[in-house]
C-alpha cells in the first residue's frame, strides 16, 4: 500500500527556534492535511491544503505556522518561533479526492525545551 | 460545528472475547463519513472501518464491524475473537461530505483498549 513520509521521525528543539517539518504525500494525491496530537490528548486538525492554497486552518494555525508545497512532491509545516505547548505529534495526511481514503504518516514528535 | 464524543476513557477485554467501543456525534449535516482509526503504541493512525452516512447498512471488516444509528447519532465499533495485536488507543472520527467543505477529520478523545491474555 503506498506511503505518507515524514521526516524527521523526532525533532527536537529550544523555544523560539523555527522549524520545519516535512511530508511527502503519496504521488498523485491532491488534498493534504496537518493534524497534530498532544501527549494523552486527541488528534486536532491544523490546516488543509488544495490547489496550492490553504482550504482550512483551525484556530491553533496562528501566525506563527504556514505550510509549503514548495517541489510538487514535498508538504512542509514550519513553525516560526516555536513555544513549549507546541511539543505535540504531528501528523501529515493525504488523499486523492475530498471523500477519498485519507492516508496518515508516521508522525514527526515535536520537543520544544 | 460537529462533535465526536467518546465516553469510554478506557476498556478491557479477554483475548477472543468480543468488546464494543463507543462512539456519539453530534452534526446538523445529513451526508457525511464516520471512521474508526486505530493508533498503537508507535503512534501511527491506521483506518479500521469507515461508514458512509447514506448506507443503510453497517460496515464490516473481518472481525471489526460497526453499529450505525443515524437517528441516535451513534457509530460503535464492535472487535470479535479480540487478539492481544488489537490493544490500542481507538479513535472516532467524522467527515463532512458537504461539497466545498475541506473534509477535515474531527476526532474523539479516543478509547484505550487493553486486550488481557
Known amino acids: 500500500e503506498p506511503e505518507v513520509t515524514q521526516t524527521p521521525s523526532h525533532q527536537v528543539t529550544q523555544m523560539g527556534q523555527e522549524v520545519i517539518l516535512r511530508c511527502v504525500p503519496i504521488s498523485n494525491h491532491l488534498y493534504f492535511y496537518w493534524y497534530r496530537q498532544i501527549l494523552g490528548q486527541k488528534v486536532e486538525f491544523l490546516v488543509s491544503f488544495y490547489n496550492n492554497e490553504i482550504s482550512e486552518k483551525s484556530e491553533i494555525f496562528d501566525d506563527q505556522f504556514s505550510v509549503e508545497r514548495p517541489d510538487g512532491s514535498n508538504f512542509t509545516l514550519k513553525i516560526r518561533s516555536t513555544k513549549l505547548e507546541d511539543s505535540a505529534m504531528y501528523f501529515c495526511?493525504?488523499?486523492?479526492?475530498?471523500?477519498?481514503?485519507?492516508?496518515f504518516g508516521s508522525g514527526t514528535q515535536l520537543s520544544v525545551l | 460545528a460537529q462533535t465526536v464524543t467518546q465516553s469510554q476513557p478506557e476498556m478491557s477485554v479477554q483475548e477472543a472475547e468480543t468488546v464494543t467501543l463507543s462512539c456519539t456525534y453530534d452534526t446538523s449535516e445529513s451526508d457525511y463519513y464516520l471512521f474508526w482509526y486505530k493508533q498503537p503504541p508507535s503512534r501511527q493512525m491506521i483506518l479500521v472501518i469507515r461508514?458512509?452516512?447514506?448506507?443503510?447498512q453497517n460496515a464490516t471488516e473481518n472481525r471489526f464491524s460497526v453499529n450505525f444509528q443515524k437517528a441516535a447519532k451513534s457509530f460503535s465499533l464492535k472487535i470479535s475473537d479480540s487478539q492481544l495485536g488489537d490493544a490500542a488507543m481507538y479513535f472516532c472520527a467524522y467527515r463532512s461530505a458537504r461539497g466545498g467543505s475541506n473534509y477535515k477529520l474531527t476526532f474523539g478523545k479516543g478509547t484505550l483498549l487493553t486486550v488481557n491474555p
Open positions: 495526511a493525504s488523499s486523492g479526492g475530498p471523500i477519498e481514503k485519507l492516508f
Open positions: 461508514q458512509e452516512a447514506y448506507k443503510q
